[in-house]
């Protein structure tokens, strides 16, 4: 099972909540959870333990974002395709992913951890520049990643297990 996939599970996303993830509006309302955090962990500094309320809240957004939106009317945009790469990527370990498109995903959440890491780090020691210097590379490698999805999803997106991805479900 892949990282992806246990994070999908935890965020309990069957394929419903994926095509309503994939409405543009969730993917550029997400971005947003990284900066609730930041605030959240540095109003410590003033809020003391009451800062746990601001970080449940943007815990809780993280968690609700992908489930809050409707399935858009059309998969065809950028935003879309990033998700739809996601679930291909998340499914790897089951359908191979062309030799190109398996080593630079790797690459990027390395340098989007390395971010956090310094996101943490400055967080810890209320350091402005080394918190603003982890999220450029956690934002800069997030949103290449993505990028890169929406190419997988290109490429993949005429193998037969993909064929029925964003068609909608019967009844809808």
Known sequence: MTFERKISQLYKLDDQAWLRHA????VWTRNT??????AAFW????LGYWA???????????AV??????RPASLDNWASKCVLGERVWLNRDRIPVPAHHK??????SGVAGIGA???I?????????????????VYGGKLWFLDRMVWLYEDMKQHEAYHDLGKPAPGE
């Open 33 to 38: 959870v990284l900066p609730l955090l930041i």
């Open 43 to 46: 109003s410590r500094e003033w």
């Open 65 to 70: 974002n992908p489930h809050l939106f409707k």
């Open 121 to 137: 780090v400055g967080l810890f020691r209320l350091d402005l520049w080394a918190t603003l210097l982890g999220a450029a590379f």
């Open 117 to 119: 890491a310094l996101v």
């Open 23 to 26: 409405n543009p509006w969730s």
């Open 52 to 62: 746990a309320a601001p970080v449940a809240v943007a815990i809780l957004w993280a």
């Open 103 to 108: 080593r630079l995903p790797h690459i990027l």
